[in-house]
T-cell receptor, first 115, second 112 residues
Framework: GAVVSQHPSRVICKSGTSVKIECRSLDFQATTMFWYRQFPKQSLMLMATSNEGSKATYEQGVEKDKFLINHASLTLSTLTVTSAHPEDSSFYIC???????????FGPGTRLTVL | GENVEQHPSTLSVQEGDSAVIKCTYSDSASNYFPWYKQELGKRPQLIIDIRSNVGEKKDQRIAVTLNKTAKHFSLHITETQPEDSAVYFCAAGGGGGNKLTFGTGTQLKVEL
């Protein structure tokens, strides 16, 4: 299957700071990427759909000004958690659409801990 | 929007037995149904998927069935092995380029 990378894998930050997470498709171009968050022992909840060259589409209840998404190239999407608070601590996972198979492959995830 | 229900939440089987996980969905427009396996702290990995134009798909020990009329699909794992132990998620959506709605997950434990 296709390869998707995510960086960093783990980040600890202080409350009030901003954190940027990168999602890259390594061996294919991804016009569409998705950002999810996952709390312990829970399912994946879609936060937003990221489309290359256009604004992201956010799911209901997700603050677009808090979770900034940029999809500036066909292989890179970034999620910035602004003014992070402890309740933002979670596992953030991206996925990318592989157009060759019309399916989604996930990155390894980023464990965010806000102190 | 789409709503996906998944059962059971936990499943324990003896090594060599079969395991079945079932999902139902609500949106008749959904036409793509992938299954992901997630080990603790790791990424979900696609193990099999099925599209609405077929009723069954098999890949070695793994098979998926789809009943569009009843809006349900199932994952079947035969000859289970300890390394099959993980959380399995079903999902439904309109194709890989469209958003997926995930089920709540099934913790599968294969005991020796």
């Amino acid at each position: 299957g296709a390869v998707v990378s995510q960086h960093p894998s783990r980040v600890i930050c202080k409350s009030g700071t901003s954190v940027k997470i990168e999602c890259r498709s390594l061996d294919f171009q991804a016009t569409t990427m998705f950002w999810y968050r996952q709390f312990p022992k829970q399912s994946l909840m879609l936060m937003a759909t990221s489309n290359e060259g256009s604004k992201a589409t956010y799911e209901q209840g997700v603050e677009k000004d808090k979770f900034l998404i940029n999809h500036a190239s066909l292989t890179l999407s970034t999620l910035t958690v602004t003014s992070a608070h402890p309740e933002d601590s979670s596992f953030y996972i991206c996925s990318a659409r592989d157009y060759r198979e019309d399916t989604q492959y996930f990155g390894p995830g980023t464990r965010l801990t806000v102190l | 929007g789409e709503n996906v229900e998944q059962h059971p939440s936990t499943l324990s089987v003896q090594e060599g037995d079969s395991a079945v996980i079932k999902c139902t969905y609500s949106d008749s427009a959904s036409n793509y149904f992938p299954w992901y396996k997630q080990e603790l702290g790791k990424r979900p990995q696609l193990i099999i998927d099925i599209r609405s134009n077929v009723g069954e798909k098999k890949d070695q020990r793994i098979a998926v069935t789809l009943n569009k009329t009843a809006k349900h699909f199932s994952l079947h794992i035969t000859e289970t092995q300890p390394e099959d132990s993980a959380v399995y998620f079903c999902a439904a959506g309109g194709g890989g380029g469209n958003k997926l709605t995930f089920g709540t997950g099934t913790q599968l434990k294969v005991e020796l």
